[in-house]
């Protein structure tokens, strides 16, 4: 990972040699924190603000489903080798075309809680929620994938997210992680 960065360093130095500061620069800099931003005084690293509202279909019903993330400096920060992590918060509402509300709900790692290990929880952040078309379209009810991380890595843990057209919820751990590598130890 450590080699990612310094490779987006080099870049930007070599972007930035052709002059001054230019407008170009400022728009690889941003390019490059599209993924992260990181507070300059804190160092604390935040994912984007995604939001994303669709149309989509269960059973032949249509609904309008709005789910959006937002890094939470009111949650613990979570710390790694790789730095500072705020956690997430993704709000999530269904309604029916009719404007009827099925579902809402706010999500953060702590939702997931009774699925992982207390002791590895600490470690990981709420990395995102989406809409899965394929599972939803097998069953009979809206099947949300929903994931937990360790930051700034391939290590996840993948949640489906059920809701039925009356708006229960259930969640369910997608694999088992038995196998999962051992996580650093606090300082």
């Known amino acids: 990972m450590k080699q990612i960065y310094l490779l987006w ?25 599209q993924i992260d931003s990181v507070d300059q005084v804190t160092g604390l690293q935040r994912m984007q ?21 937002t890094p939470c400096d009111s949650l613990p920060a979570v710390k790694s080798e790789l730095g500072l992590f705020a956690d997430n918060r993704i709000v999530v509402r269904l309604t029916s075309a009719k404007g009827e509300r099925v579902f809402a709900k706010t999500f953060t790692k702590q939702t997931f809680s009774g699925h992982v290990n207390p ?36 290590l996840y843990i993948p949640f489906s997210i059920t809701i039925t057209p009356g708006g229960k919820m259930s969640i369910s751990k997608n694999e088992d992680m038995e196998g999962m590598p051992p996580l650093p130890e606090e300082d």
Request: aromatic share 8%; charged share 25%; proline share 1%.
């Open 9 to 33: 360093v080099v870049l930007l130095i070599g972007m930035s040699s052709c002059g001054g500061r230019k407008k170009s620069e400022i728009s690889t800099e941003r390019m490059m924190y």
């Open 49 to 69: 603000v995604s939001r994303v509202n669709q149309t989509i279909t269960c059973n032949g019903t249509s609904y309008e489903l709005f789910v959006e993330r």
């Open 119 to 154: 002791d590895n929880l600490r470690y990981f952040i709420l990395e995102g929620l989406v809409f899965d078309e394929e599972k939803t379209m097998k069953g009979k009810n809206i099947v949300l994938a929903a994931s937990i991380c360790y930051p700034q890595t391939d």
